[in-house]
């Protein structure tokens, strides 16, 4: 990483313990330990030296006054680029361009490698790709970390860090290996042979897709590319001098308290850990505008129901609405409400109360009448639910696991058979003195396998070691061993004297000999 100030767990523990207590010498502290790092960040993300200084003095001011409200003292590294990034995001709607860019090496080792670098960062990572490939590589910080500063989970920091680092050091890979990799692997001599000059990004893209399915180029990728190496390139951008007193006089003079506090609002949203909420990720509560109507209609039909409940209730429990008597004005006509018409019936004169008011000598007078046969009454079927639909469970992702075949009889050469099962594995390979695995690292997709050659150094002698193997799927050893090359029987003792034989008799004569004289 680039050389700002080392700063461990420790250090940050004590200096969120002098923020929280008020310490006097705890905004130089502060300043002197992450102002190198933000200032950097900051100007990554807005381009804009003058703005940064703006966003990094915010920041940690806000630190300063709100050290309050960070739950965790572990988080505090991962809590100040938040408050950074929040201050940049701010002022990016609102930055002109206008101010001091960042610096610029002017004479790079690798003019191409470097240009190539600023290309893809620039270029064909998303913003969040390289904010997090920006934090995780070049700035140090774990997955967890880089996604508590973008608001995103750990494992979405880690497979968005997975996929931007995958794509700069294939393309950085594409470069260095057309340039020493030739011998190694014949398909990619066979693509860059004819070729002169710098990569075309078309040419640059076949190479990177190239390496990324090739095992021997992945190996070499592997060894001669990395990621930090190649962030490492762009230089450092230093803060202005003048920003360190300006930080020490906003946080204790009591004369800047009003812009203290200024500065303090703007970060006015965050969340129950004490980090600063970007405004892409507030939730509105807004009641969404489209359920205005949804709710009127609703508030209308409650109401027709209860007139409805409340026009049903006739003198009788089992009485229909349609049945109830009154009277005409007649002296002794009594005759059963008809059901009203719609068009020409008004609802309200129902239940008029003037209509039920009779006097006491009309009602005496009156016969009892013979009601009519009564309608049916028509039983509505009530309404039916919907039915609930299961709760759908998220499958469970299968577990990696890798399989290791030792070879069966070794006598300096053999292979080594790997398989993957259940996802993709990532695997590396340790071997012992005296022994040499090809290759020795690389990753395989769920269900594939691969063969590895196994040699002894010096198969002449004998001896035994080990390859061991380390990955996402398990660990696994093969032990082997080998005789070396054994003489050979038919050759004369050194030791003692060589029987001659003599130039007229040869050894099958002798025999003969021997046997006729016995």
């Keep these: 990483m680039p050389g700002w100030p080392d700063v461990d767990r420790a250090d940050d523990h004590r200096i969120l313990d ?149 794509h700069l050091e294939n393309a950085a890979a594409a470069v260095v290996l057309a340039r020493t990799g030739r011998a190694h692997c014949p398909d990619l001599s066979a693509m860059v042979d004819s070729w002169e000059g710098p990569l075309t990004p078309m040419l640059r893209r076949r190479l990177s897709g190239h390496i990324g399915g090739c095992e021997v180029c992945t190996e070499g990728k592997q060894r001669q590319v990395s990621a930090a190496r190649l962030l490492d390139m762009a230089p450092v951008a230093f803060p202005p001098i003048s920003l360190r007193r300006r930080v020490i006089e906003t946080c204790g003079s009591p004369e800047l308290d009003h812009t203290r506090t200024l500065i303090m609002d703007r970060a006015e949203s965050f969340d129950r850990t004490g980090f600063p909420v970007a405004a892409e990720h507030r939730r ?77 000598e009309d009602a005496a007078a009156t016969p009892t009448p013979t009601p009519p046969a009564a309608r049916p009454t028509v039983t509505r079927p009530p309404a039916r639910r919907p039915a609930t639909q299961p709760t759908r469970r998220r499958p469970v992702p299968a577990a990696p696991r890798l399989s290791v075949g030792c070879p069966a009889g070794f006598d300096g050469v053999g292979s080594v058979r790997l398989s993957a099962a259940g996802a993709a594995v990532r695997w590396h390979a340790t071997v012992s003195e005296g022994l040499l695995l090809l290759p020795s690292s690389g990753t395989l997709r769920a269900g594939g396998s691969a063969s590895l050659s196994l040699v002894a150094e010096d198969p002449a002698a004998p001896g035994s070691g080990t390859v061991a193997f380390s990955s996402n799927g398990g660990a696994a050893t093969c032990t082997v061993s080998w005789d070396g090359e054994k003489p050979h029987t038919s050759d004369p003792p050194t030791d003692g004297p060589t029987p001659s034989v003599g130039p007229s008799e040869s050894p099958q004569a002798s025999e003969t000999a021997e046997t006729e004289h016995s």
């Design 18 to 166: 002098a923020l929280r207590r008020g310490d006097g010498q705890a905004p130089a502290r502060l300043y002197d330990a992450y102002a190198e790092r933000l200032h950097d960040y900051a100007c990554a993300l807005l381009g804009d030296r003058d703005a940064a200084a703006e966003a990094v003095h915010d920041a940690l001011v806000t630190a300063h006054g709100c050290a309050a409200r960070l739950k965790e003292p572990a988080r505090l590294r991962a809590w100040l680029y938040a408050l950074a990034r929040f201050q940049c995001v701010a002022r990016a709607k609102t930055a002109t361009g206008q101010g001091t860019p960042p610096p610029v090496l002017d004479d790079p080792e690798d003019h191409e490698l470097a240009e190539l670098v600023r290309e893809v960062v620039a270029g064909e990572l998303s913003k969040q790709e390289r904010e997090v490939l920006e934090l995780s590589v070049r700035h140090g910080l774990t997955p967890s970390e880089a996604g508590s500063v973008l608001g995103l989970t750990s494992r979405q920091a880690a497979s968005r860090l997975a996929r931007a680092r995958d």
């Design 284 to 360: 509105s509560r807004r009641r969404p505008r489209r359920l205005a109507p949804v709710v009127v209609l609703a508030a209308g039909v409650l109401a027709a129901t209860g007139a409805a409940a409340w026009l049903g209730g006739g003198d009788e429990p089992g009485t229909p609405t349609a049945m109830r008597l009154l009277p005409t004005g007649g002296p002794s006509h009594a005759v059963a409400l008809p059901e009203p018409d719609p068009q020409t019936q008004d609802p309200e004169a129902r239940n008029d109360p003037e209509d039920d008011a009779e006097p006491e």
